[in-house]
């Protein structure tokens, strides 16, 4: 592990860092994101459940 630390003048501080390690993890979410839209047969399966819901009516 000292291969990592070998030569001083590379080394970062703290603060810096951590931004480094934000502005990664903000890139990772807004590239991972969900595509909002569900697959059409989940949607038609909510659908069905919230149709069965209503016409249920109040237990």
Avoid at 41 to 51: N, S, T
């Amino acid at each position: 592990m000292t291969g990592l630390f070998a030569n001083d003048s590379e080394q970062i501080d703290r603060r810096t860092s951590r931004s480094i390690c934000d502005a990664v993890g903000e890139r990772l979410q807004q590239s991972l994101r969900p595509d909002p839209r569900l697959p059409t047969h989940l949607e038609q399966l909510l659908d069905e459940l919230k149709r069965r819901d209503r016409d249920s009516g109040p237990h």
